[in-house]
């Protein structure tokens, strides 16, 4: 799982060669970027669920307080014998909540590109729910284009995309998954959506750059992750974490920057960074009310319901198609 096994299996040879061609492409382009899903190996995985008990980070525990206090008004509004598919199955956490409110699912189909992940979430539900149907589909959601078929057969497909993993996606990368979540969950289908609100600058600067420096870890993860899959040489003292709340794109930038000159060697092949160059690695997008609207109406959805906690730092919407 960890470090460099002497033998990769047929997947992990396919997931190195992606991960190579997509660091090569990143850093041949201008401005030098790579696409953020590349953050979560195991190690990075774990890093990501540091983030979520910072102090600093309030969106994990203000999306989890939000499903707590309204499942039931979400389970409501599913009704009976649904199927609940949910995009990016990190922690099952907030799945668990939906999977209790909603008594009589008919199935729970986990998406995630990460098989290990997949696996030990799909063992764990099993475990503590025996009458449930598991049936976890491992691929990038992006892209995955059809259901289980018995999924498909549900009274209602109910889509959940928690976390406001959305707001990593451009605005018209965003419009395109909800369009294709829509044509997956079907005819009377619906989707519940996480998403993090626009705030004071300062509370959403300090999410991203927290006192113990667990985020900066989590963005040089990605030089970890390049020396050891690519072969490359990144001196991790060399580069620091950089993130900034740009409010007239009304998201949060994030990019590691190069401190002082450096050649690095990724893949056999050589990258000059000048100092203070900086290498992009995520956008995490805030919304207000109308830019959830505009979003869900980019995608044919409507809002159905708008659920928020007193504070107003986070929502879940209930979309229709
Ligand atoms: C998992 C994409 C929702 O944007 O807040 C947290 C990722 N990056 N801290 C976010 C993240 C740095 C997170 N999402």
Redesign the pocket.
């Known amino acids: 799982m960890n470090g460099s096994p002497l033998l990769l299996d047929r997947a992990q040879l396919d997931d190195r060669s992606e991960f190579r061609d997509a660091v090569l492409a990143g850093l041949d382009s201008t401005p030098r970027a790579i696409p953020?899903k590349f953050l979560y190996d195991a190690r990075g995985s774990a890093l990501?669920d540091a983030?979520c008990e910072l102090p600093e980070?309030y969106?994990t525990r203000t999306e989890i307080e939000i499903l707590r206090r309204f499942e039931a008004d979400i389970a409501a509004m599913a009704g009976p014998g649904c199927a609940l598919v949910e995009y990016g199955s990190g922690s099952s956490v907030k799945s668990r909540l939906l999977i209790e409110a909603m008594r009589d699912l008919v199935a729970y189909v986990p998406i995630d590109i990460s098989r290990q992940h997949l696996d030990a979430t799909a063992n764990g539900l099993r475990r503590d729910y025996p009458h449930l149907k598991v049936e976890p589909v491992c691929a990038d959601y992006m892209t995955l284009a059809r259901l289980p078929a018995d999924v498909s057969a549900a009274r209602r497909r109910i889509g959940f995309f928690p976390?406001?993993?959305i707001?990593?996606l451009l605005p018209v990368e965003a419009t395109a998954f909800l369009c294709r979540a829509r044509g997956l969950l079907g005819e009377g289908g619906a989707l519940v959506l996480g998403v993090?609100l626009k705030k004071d600058p300062r509370r959403l600067h300090d999410?991203?750059n927290d006192a113990a420096g667990v985020?900066a870890q989590?963005t040089l993860n990605l030089l970890r992750r390049m020396n050891r899959e690519l072969e490359a040489n990144f001196d991790l003292s060399a580069f620091a974490h950089e993130?900034f709340y740009n409010p007239v794109e009304g998201r949060?930038e994030?990019y590691f920057r190069c401190l002082r000159p450096q050649t690095v060697t990724v893949a056999g092949r050589s990258f000059t960074f000048a100092e203070g160059e900086r290498v992009h690695t995520?956008y995490?997008y805030k919304f207000d009310d109308a830019g959830i609207a505009t979003l869900a109406r980019s995608a044919g959805f409507t809002i159905a319901r708008t659920w928020t906690d007193p504070a107003r730092l986070f929502a879940v919407v209930y979309l229709v198609s």
Do not use: C, K, P, W
Request: glycine fraction near 10%; charge should be negative; proline fraction near 0%.
């Open positions: 953020a990501f983030i980070y969106l976390g406001s993993t707001g990593n993090d999410a991203y985020t989590f993130a949060i994030i995520e995490s």
